[in-house]
């Protein structure tokens, strides 16, 4: 037996080794990119994924996973609010591109209301802020390789706002040939298919490594409030800044409760007395049904995280955040490739006094695909300073659940299809399916389903009025 067992422990050394030699050899990428690389590697062929054990799992407590609306209120003065806002740097992750809704470039240049894209929001947002308060809250964006040059471009635009814009770029790594676990790049695949950002658990090294963490402590900043680009309800919020600054959390993960579409979100438990994030892919198959349920995992992460700079500094120049490692199976021009990748949400159960904030649902409105832009191009919201605010005229808290056939998907096509977005203050449900092409005015309540048969087009008419309708 134990033959055997060197036998495969030689073999993951030799892989490691044979992997090393290949990766020494490219030049594309940084001396900190490689040894990140391969000490991702090497965790992740140790093996040492330590398995949940299920009945350790405890839901935490109030102090754990702070309810918001017991959050003190923040100081009322102009001066203590500027000196909260002067220790803070927003951060966005700015790595995806907008494939799944048709677009080329960077997601965050696809326009979300009245002209504005995600990334002019954000700028006009922090740039209020900064003028309200005289103070100078930087802008961070994390690019990926895939997302930089055109980021570079587009933030020329901003250059006479009263805003700091620093942009940085995320590890690129080699994919993995499954098959002898070479590097896909040493296989002649010199192009972007052969790398892969490794996830945004990333951002902590690649925030150090591009020196912006230094450049940043010696500002004075101590937090930086990070979010998805694509999430529209991620705004500064003074009430989490000041109690995280007041109890000196390092780190504070915002998380809201669960409905039936977040069943597969992240969760917040505590475990072995501290509080950890519990993803579905660590659940062992017996209990899947148990962690979709909303009774006993009731809130999900909304990756909108607070962290404390030098907590940021201490644990990455200690090596200390082995985030759980996501394998990403793909496949390149048929070939079989490995990605491994980590999530910053992950990294709660390393930091000092971490927290999550349960934070109303405003605060989580994502937009993943032309449903959501249906939503927020619609009367539900309205569009102040570039704050994406929800109509209050909406008596119902969720917002209603609309699902568009396949020829919505893409945002050209989704935009021609609408005259005008219809108001949907009061509509439940939407389901459209086939070549529907909707007119101007058009209003839709409750639950409405519209249906084109195969090879029709059905037009709807301008300023008609669908309540429940089949």
Known sequence: MAATADATIVSVDEKLRNLQAEVDKLDQISANEKSGFISLVSRYLSGEAEQIEWSKIQTPTDEVVVPYDTLASPPEDLEETKKLLD???VLKLNGGLGTTMGCTGPKSVIEV???????DLIVIQIESL???YGCSVPLLLMNSFNTHDDTQKIVEKYSNSNIEIHTFNQSQYPRIVTEDFSPLPSKGKAGKEGWYPPGHGDVFPSLNNSGKLDHLLAQGKEYVFVANSDNLGAIVDMKILNHLISNQNEYCMEVTPKTLADVKGGTLISYEGRVQLLEIAQVPDEHVNEFKSIEKFKIFNTNNLWVNLKAIKRLVEAEALKMEIIPNPKEVDGVKVLQLETAAGAAIRFFDKAIGINVPRSRFLPVKATSDLLLVQSDLYTLVDGFVIRNPARANPANPSIELGPE????????????????????????VSGDVWFGSGITLKGKVTIT???????????????ENKV
């Open 113 to 119: 209301r009245n002209g504005f894209t995600f990334l």
């Open 87 to 89: 220790k803070l740097v």
């Open 130 to 132: 900064n003028k309200k």
């Open 452 to 466: 084109a048969k195969s090879g029709v087009k059905l037009e709807i008419p301008d300023e008609v009025v669908l």
């Open 408 to 431: 919505f998907k893409k945002v050209a096509n989704f935009l021609a299809r609408f005259k005008s977005i219809p108001s949907i203050v009061e509509l439940d449900s939407l389901k």
